[in-house]
């Protein structure tokens, strides 16, 4: 089974980049992120027509989420965090696949920080943290699939110094990260490549893809149910050099059944 996110900047306009990508590698499951697209402007039947059922979240011009299935509708479980129900960014939702859970998620940028917007970077999390220990407790497989906005370690960033004060990098989100994995969640691409020096998303400005200087903030996180079938995990980084892409590529793991 292979399981992948792509944050996909904008679904309408990248669209066939979208489904080439989804003609070519076939995963079982994919989540999008960034659909910059209102409810009723989701491609729902250019992707139905490549074999896909979704359910998706969307926002006007920011934002938006969504949840792919090969050959399969996912059932609906929740969209949007709970403990905030004035909070209006359609950041995440959630679906069963099958025996699995998938919740895709496209966590806050957070610039400038400190400042307002980091301040409900951190609340949301800390919403996230909590749903996260709740799933958990179902003892059912689950991934958390998507867009983290964080970047966990050194190893994750071109140059660290220059990012000690993004809102990507503060020690307050890395604490987030790391407080993930002490509740039991594995980083299912660090776990299987420790020391490579991997990046999921590069900037547009200043040639950073051709010169790799990128970053790895695009996630999936396996609960332990589903971290013992995990076999293999990378990145599409050919996908980032193709014409008119998105800033990231997608990333995706493999399970055994």
């Not at 139905?48 to 359910?55: M, Q």
């Not at 011009?61 to 949007?80: Q, T």
């Amino acid at each position: 089974m292979r399981i992948a996110t792509f944050n996909i900047n904008g679904v309408n306009g990248r669209l066939a980049a979208l489904l080439r990508w989804l003609d070519e590698n076939k995963p079982d499951v994919a989540c999008l992120q960034e659909l910059k697209a209102p409810q009723d402007r989701f491609p729902e039947a250019a992707i139905r027509e490549v074999g896909y059922g979704a359910i998706w979240h969307g926002q006007s011009a920011w934002n938006g989420v969504a949840i792919l299935a090969r050959g399969d509708k996912p059932v609906e479980r929740r969209r949007g965090l709970p403990g905030d129900p004035d909070d209006p960014h359609s950041r995440y939702i959630e679906a069963q696949v099958g025996e699995l859970i998938v919740g895709c998620l496209y966590a806050p940028n957070g610039n400038p920080a400190p400042g307002p917007k980091f301040d409900y970077k951190l609340k949301w999390y800390a919403r996230f943290l909590l749903h996260a220990e709740e799933l958990l407790a179902e003892e059912r497989p689950v991934v958390l699939a998507g867009d983290y906005n964080i970047i966990p370690t050194d190893l994750d960033v071109y140059v660290p110094d220059r990012w000690r004060d993004d809102a990507l990098f503060r020690p307050e989100v890395r604490t987030a990260y790391r407080y993930m994995l002490d509740q039991g969640w594995t980083d299912a691409l660090r776990t299987l490549h420790p020391d490579a020096r991997i990046y999921t998303f590069w900037d547009y400005l200043r040639r950073r893809f051709d010169r790799d200087a990128g970053l790895r903030i695009d996630h999936l996180m396996l609960n332990p149910i589903l971290a013992q079938r995990l076999v293999a995990a990378g990145v599409d980084r050919h996908v980032r050099a193709r014409e008119k892409p998105s800033d990231h590529a997608p990333v995706w793991v493999e399970l055994r059944d």
